[in-house]
């Protein structure tokens, strides 16, 4: 059942409309991007920030590459693929912590997603359970009152009692598909999106996240420092970025049309049009 509003983007979009969408994306996101993973190595364990500074080290989530990945970030076409376990060991990426996980008031939170189980796991998360150490949290939720969603939280103060968040209707979540997941934090008022399109709002008690002492995860979570490492997300995850303001819904829909951009197999370029023109999805860094 998909929210009221939500709607598909046509697998076709006009040229125009892709170029004027790029141009927005980078004056939108200019010199906001705090971390932005693209997944693309070809061998190992480490997972290199596209902004040079916060490289990750992965555990058990090995690098696919193959016709169903979405094609991002130019022709690389790779992704983590995480175990979907729940308890040790499992699949993850951490990324020691930083003073530029301390997002503040305002924030946004991206990723490609291709679940294969309905599980409540985590997509990216700056966040220890236990020990008063909780700043934010972004993943799918699936429990008995909502099933096959995505969920944003954050924590004013670290505590169990401060933590607050908003979940997407059920069954907003789709299986063996890839689709793109934000989530924006903006003094008090969360949001979420699939695929550029907005699925829940809700206004929460805490204008600024609470500075955290612990790493940033990908597709896993710890309860607390020194424990064992959980809740492994069922799947692929790619083009994982973090900014450090809120994106507006119309932000957020450009963005998800800037990744259809056109590819002249020419290279001519017409006045009003482009010759041999084929779609693809990519996001430029």
């Known amino acids: 059942m998909r929210a009221p509003g ?3 983007l046509a697998s076709a979009v006009s040229a125009a409309m892709i170029l004027t969408a790029t141009v927005l994306l980078v004056s939108a996101a200019e010199g906001t991007t705090v971390a932005l993973w693209h997944m693309d190595e070809t061998s190992g364990d480490s ?12 555990s058990d989530a090995p690098i696919v590459a193959g016709p169903n ?3 991002l970030a130019g022709a690389a076409n790779r992704a983590r693929q995480f175990d979907g376990s729940q308890t040790p060991p499992v699949s993850y990426i951490e990324v020691p912590d930083h003073a530029d996980w301390d997002l503040g008031s ?5 990723a490609w997603a291709y679940p294969t189980e309905f599980l409540g796991a985590s997509i ?5 359970a236990t020990d008063d150490n909780r700043s934010w949290w972004f993943g799918l939720y699936d429990q008995p009152e909502v099933h096959a969603a995505i969920s944003i939280g954050v924590d004013g103060n670290g505590s169990e009692l401060d933590k607050f968040g908003i979940v997407s209707p059920e069954d907003s979540v789709v299986l063996n598909q890839w689709q793109w997941f934000t989530a924006t934090f903006d003094s008090g008022l969360l949001r979420l999106y699939i695929d550029g399109n ?13 500075a955290a002492d612990a790493p940033v995860w990908i597709g896993a979570s ?4 020194g424990q064992p490492i959980t809740n492994s997300f069922p799947g ?22 800037s990744f259809f951009v056109p590819e002249a197999s020419t290279g001519l370029l017409l006045a009003f049009g482009l010759v041999g023109v084929a779609l693809r999805r990519r996001l430029s860094t």
Do not use: K
């Open 47 to 58: 997972v290199a920030d596209a902004m040079g500074v916060h490289d990750g080290a992965a």
């Open 222 to 225: 710890r309860a607390n420092p």
């Open 106 to 110: 305002q924030f946004t939170l991206e």
């Open 6 to 8: 939500f709607f598909p």
């Open 236 to 257: 692929l995850l790619d083009e994982v970025r973090i900014l450090d303001l809120a994106l507006s819904q119309e932000e957020v829909l450009d963005r998800y049309q």
């Open 198 to 210: 907005p699925v829940a709002a809700g206004t929460v008690p805490v204008t600024s996240v609470f």
């Open 69 to 71: 990945l979405p094609g």
């Open 124 to 128: 990216v998360r700056h966040f220890d």
